[in-house]
């Protein structure tokens, strides 16, 4: 329920800067509906009160005129990496958090990176509020030995090391602990009970660990629809064993054609939802990494996505190159049907989850190629509602889910009295058409206030 009583603090705290937004229609993700002209009071970088018309805005406070417009609560964005990628292309992460304001992502989870460089930029986003989101840290991939990414990689394949490392994580101020694709099921058991003894969120990009043992174990969310997917297969027949002369391409191929098939309501992969269902584990299915990189990075919709333009260009030329060197997939011309099909199977499977009552998030992994800062959280938006979701589930995912997956419900993800000052401004009714999150007028970070068009100036381009 959204706060509608006046905060008795308001006129004494005089030193504080006073913003009243008036007449918008506020998108409460809670209950999924629209509130209309309501005046919404920022004080300092905090909600001080969601009003009724009639009620009085306090003597010489900023007023901004919303009649017609429509308030959502400030997008969150569950899966980026502010050092890996960046790096190869030598774009540091302060170049590119303009684009996050810019698209009304006020805050972002790092999923996995080298933890000195990930903490200096947090630090660095809270000193620039008008200029960054929020931003909070994930540990490295943890991993096996050696690393499948030696830049943000940390092996660790000893569950009787576990414990002095989540201490040391703790110790840098970490909030969420990610398992990578190497992970034995021992180490990924141990990760999630001493990270919970600290309090803190546990993920995983699945590899080696299976999602069956991974949700059992109590893992609280899985990053990417790939890590529910590859474990959805039923047991394949007993026969002659697969043909060992196939070529690498032989093989990727194959893969393809059975996800392509694979008929989702097999009794492993309805078995699957409903412990995902049971043990409350949060989704995070990243379509748009899997659209605009894996499977479509061919397509011309998405290489010449206007969207990508938007980032440095050292971080746009150096896309194809890192595609180049990372393919794990057939992307020739001759396969674009099959990767098609396997797209649609992945957003069959999320609207399979919401129908289910899985918790879904919204993320992106930004910044992987063609899936720039920002933007492709809106992209990701489009594609939740391609999956199946209504709008208003679509932004409950973006806001309030993703601020339970980090725990800060209570001071993120809808806008409420007390909590921070995140929302953003649109020209027009996402619920009518989740595209019309991008006709943004404004974007109100912790009370910073911010023209999107000013903040793109914000990045080099060159």
């Given at each position: 329920m959204l706060g509608l009583f006046f905060c008795g603090s308001l006129f004494a705290a005089t030193t504080l800067t006073v913003t009243v937004i008036r007449g918008g229609s506020v998108f409460d993700p809670i209950s999924g509906k629209l509130l209309p002209n309501r005046t919404v009071v920022i004080e300092g970088d905090r909600i001080a009160g969601v009003w009724s018309p009639e009620r009085t805005v306090p003597d010489g406070a900023h007023v901004i005129d919303a009649t017609g417009k429509y308030l959502i609560p400030g997008l969150i964005d569950a899966h980026v990496h502010l050092v890996h990628v960046l790096d190869f292309a030598h774009v540091t992460g302060d170049e590119i958090f303009p684009l996050f304001l810019a698209a009304g992502v006020t805050t972002v989870r790092d999923a996995g990176d080298s933890i000195v460089a990930e903490k200096l930029l947090a630090r660095y986003a809270e000193a620039h509020p008008s200029l960054a989101p929020r931003v909070f840290l994930a540990s490295p991939l943890i991993d096996s030995d050696p690393p499948y990414h030696r830049d943000v990689g940390w092996a660790l394949a000893d569950p009787a090391k576990v414990p002095a490392f989540v201490e040391d994580m703790s110790s840098w101020g970490v909030r969420t602990l990610k398992l990578y694709v190497g992970t034995e099921r021992p180490v990924g058991r141990r990760i999630i009970e001493e990270g919970h003894l600290h309090g803190m969120v546990v993920t995983a990009h699945l590899g080696n660990y299976r999602a069956q043992d991974a949700v059992a174990d109590g893992i609280d969310c899985l990053e990417h629809i790939s890590s529910v997917f590859d474990y959805s297969f039923p047991p394949r027949p007993t026969g002659p064993q697969e043909d060992a002369?196939?070529?690498?391409?032989?093989?990727?191929?194959?893969?393809?054609?059975?996800?392509?098939?694979?008929?989702?309501?097999?009794?492993?992969?309805?078995?699957?939802?409903?412990?995902?269902?049971?043990?409350?584990?949060?989704?995070?299915?990243?379509?748009?990494?899997?659209?605009?990189?894996?499977?479509?990075?061919?397509?011309?919709?998405?290489?010449?996505?206007?969207?990508?333009?938007?980032?440095?260009?050292?971080?746009?030329?150096?896309w194809p190159q890192y595609i180049e060197e990372n393919d794990g997939i057939d992307s020739s011309?001759?396969?674009?049907?099959?990767?098609?099909?396997?797209?649609?199977?992945?957003?069959?499977?999320?609207?399979?989850?919401?129908?289910?009552?899985?918790?879904?998030?919204?993320?992106?992994?930004?910044?992987?190629?063609?899936?720039?800062?920002?933007?492709?959280?809106?992209?990701?938006?489009?594609?939740?509602?391609?999956?199946?979701?209504?709008?208003?589930?679509?932004?409950?995912?973006?806001?309030?889910?993703?601020?339970?997956?980090?725990?800060?419900?209570?001071?993120?993800?809808s806008i409420e009295e007390g909590k921070f000052a995140d929302l953003v401004i649109l020209d027009a009714n996402p619920l009518a058409d989740i595209r019309n999150t991008r006709k943004i007028y404004r974007v109100i970070r912790g009370g910073n206030i911010s023209d999107p068009r000013e903040l793109l100036k914000m990045v080099p381009t060159q």
């Open positions: 002369t196939k070529s690498a391409t032989e093989s990727r191929r194959e893969s393809l054609r059975r996800s392509a098939e694979l008929d989702l309501n097999n009794p492993v992969a309805r078995d699957l939802v409903a412990e995902i269902v049971q043990h409350h584990v949060f989704i995070d299915p990243t379509l748009v990494v899997f659209r605009n990189m894996i499977l479509l990075s061919d397509a011309r919709e998405i290489y010449a996505n206007p969207d990508n333009n938007t980032v440095p260009e050292r971080l746009r030329k150096f011309p001759e396969t674009v049907n099959l990767r098609m099909k396997v797209q649609a199977k992945y957003e069959e499977l999320t609207g399979i989850m919401y129908a289910a009552g899985v918790p879904l998030l919204a993320g992106t992994d930004a910044p992987e190629p063609f899936t720039p800062p920002g933007l492709s959280l809106l992209q990701e938006l489009e594609l939740l509602v391609k999956s199946g979701l209504p709008p208003a589930a679509v932004l409950a995912s973006a806001t309030i889910q993703n601020a339970q997956s980090l725990r800060e419900a209570n001071q993120l993800g």
